[in-house]
């Protein structure tokens, strides 16, 4: 195309004005399409000479186009964009209520909850899971946690401080079985901590029965719960249920405010074989006396609120974990007598916090078909007789008949 002005041809068709005159140049004609390689077969420009419209305007038509298809520009470019631009996103493809979670899990969702709850356990007006469970549940969730984080990848530094045993499987299986026990320990008066203990034991129990549990490399395969429903198995599965009834029913009473009740309170009603010199005033007993309402000032208490009551509860359900364990797996000598050990301590609990009531009779005869099943185990008579291991030596009727000598030799 030349300048109508100057006669100079233009070098590039697109160019609006002679670079020459400066005069408007006619108007250009229909180019046709230009093949994707155009910018790979235009020579480069060395960076040492001036730069042209029509290479100018190359570049932003080259950036304009890279835009349209989503492409990063070349870093010399003009219309290089910030770098933030093509930052990776975050590859997580959970539920979006997970995202800011720490390690993506329902298991450290559930551990606040659970936390959340016993800091809630200190007031007054609160139920409490005991010395004894409160320190199992920081441990196990402490241990938990570091699981989860260290599984995801982005372990914190606190995590390698964690000892590697508390990293082994068998500790989330078992925090989750404490969970479910303490929770059964709860369930002795509704309140706002029963719900939330609740709902961080199904969170963490859904998830690490998937992971620890019922997976092809979970703990579950070393356990048979259908063994416990055989004789005399079933004898301790009844009697730790019994037991665990027992501590709901009454264990005795208080007076109003937790203290025992003195032998020698007052009873509402005459006074029967008193001596003859005593003498009883006439006086109106006063409306609002607890001692001589009906039943006032004295309640009765449950198994639960003895000290220590979740000792026997978590005692009594290490023997059903025991018993539900499979022949082959293999285990120390001393795991014989842990469930006369379980029996024991229960034993020893019971007869501190004795009393004229429903509660510990019942208890106490749950506990015998429990010390049953005990014996059995510690003398070895709890296995089935087809999965029994086999002698040392075990003797072999034929094997006399192979070393006898033939009728005819002469030695």
């Known amino acids: 195309m030349q300048c109508p002005e100057c006669g100079e041809s233009a070098a590039d068709v697109r160019?609006?004005?002679?670079?020459?005159?400066?005069?408007?140049?006619?108007?250009?004609?229909?180019?046709?399409?230009?093949?994707?390689?155009?910018?790979?077969?235009?020579?480069?420009?060395?960076?040492?000479?001036?730069?042209?419209?029509?290479?100018?305007?190359?570049?932003?038509?080259?950036?304009r186009q890279q835009?349209?298809?989503?492409?990063?520009?070349?870093?010399?470019?003009?219309?290089?964009?910030?770098?933030?631009?093509?930052?990776?996103?975050?590859?997580?493809?959970?539920?979006?209520?997970?995202?800011?979670?720490?390690?993506?899990?329902?298991s450290v969702v559930g551990v606040g909850l659970v936390t959340f709850s016993l800091v809630l356990s200190i007031l007054p007006f609160f139920p409490s899971v005991g010395v004894l469970g409160t320190l199992l549940t920081l441990v196990g969730s402490v241990a938990l946690v570091a699981r989860e984080l260290r599984r995801d990848g982005n372990a914190p530094g606190w995590v390698d401080h964690v000892p590697l045993v508390l990293m082994?499987?068998?500790?989330?299986?078992?925090?989750?079985?404490?969970?479910?026990?303490?929770?059964v320990r709860l369930l002795s008066g509704f309140n706002l901590l029963l719900p939330l203990?609740?709902?961080?034991?199904?969170?963490?129990?859904?998830?690490?029965?998937?992971?620890?549990?019922?997976?092809?490399?979970?703990?579950?395969?070393?356990?048979?719960?259908?063994?416990?429903?055989?004789?005399?198995?079933?004898?301790?599965?009844a009697g730790v249920a019994v037991c665990v009834v027992a501590l709901f029913l009454p264990w005795g009473t208080v007076m109003a405010d937790g203290s025992p009740l003195p032998d020698n309170a007052p009873v509402p009603g005459s006074v029967r074989g008193a001596p003859p010199e005593l003498r009883v005033l006439p006086t109106t007993r006063p409306s609002d006396d607890s001692l001589y309402s009906l039943g006032g000032g004295v309640a009765s208490?449950?198994?639960?609120?003895?000290?220590?009551?979740?000792?026997?509860?978590?005692?009594?359900?290490?023997?059903?974990?025991l018993a539900a364990l499979r022949p082959d797996v293999e285990r120390?000598?001393?795991?014989?007598?842990?469930?006369?050990?379980?029996?024991?301590?229960?034993?020893?609990?019971?007869?501190?916090?004795v009393k004229l009531a429903v509660g510990p009779f019942a208890?106490?005869?749950?506990?015998?078909?429990?010390?049953?099943?005990?014996?059995?185990?510690?003398?070895?008579?709890?296995?089935?007789?087809?999965?029994?291991?086999?002698?040392?030596?075990?003797?072999?009727?034929?094997?006399?008949?192979?070393?006898?000598?033939?009728?005819?030799?002469?030695?």
């Open 67 to 106: 835009g349209r298809t989503g492409a990063a520009p070349p870093r010399g470019s003009k219309a290089q964009p910030p770098p933030d631009a093509y930052e990776e996103e975050d590859s997580y493809t959970g539920p979006r209520w997970l995202k800011d979670v720490p390690g993506h899990s329902r």
């Open 197 to 237: 203990w609740a709902a961080g034991t199904l969170l963490i129990a859904l998830e690490q029965s998937k992971l620890v549990i019922a997976g092809p490399d979970g703990v579950g395969r070393d356990f048979d719960p259908r063994s416990l429903l055989g004789f005399p198995r079933v004898l301790a599965l």
């Open 332 to 353: 120390p000598a001393f795991l014989r007598w842990v469930p006369v050990g379980a029996v024991s301590v229960s034993l020893l609990w019971a007869l501190a916090g």
């Open 363 to 411: 208890f106490l005869l749950g506990l015998g078909a429990v010390g049953f099943h005990a014996v059995r185990h510690a003398l070895g008579r709890d296995e089935p007789q087809g999965l029994l291991p086999p002698e040392d030596d075990p003797y072999d009727p034929d094997q006399d008949l192979e070393t006898e000598p033939e009728p005819g030799y002469r030695g």
């Open 168 to 183: 082994r499987p068998e500790v989330p299986a078992a925090f989750t079985l404490l969970l479910v026990a303490l929770t």
């Open 301 to 321: 208490r449950s198994g639960w609120d003895l000290p220590l009551s979740d000792l026997p509860l978590l005692a009594l359900l290490s023997l059903l974990v």
């Open 15 to 63: 160019l609006m004005y002679c670079e020459n005159c400066g005069a408007k140049m006619p108007a250009r004609p229909a180019a046709p399409p230009r093949a994707s390689s155009a910018k790979s077969q235009r020579p480069s420009r060395p960076m040492t000479e001036p730069a042209y419209a029509a290479e100018i305007l190359d570049e932003e038509e080259d950036a």
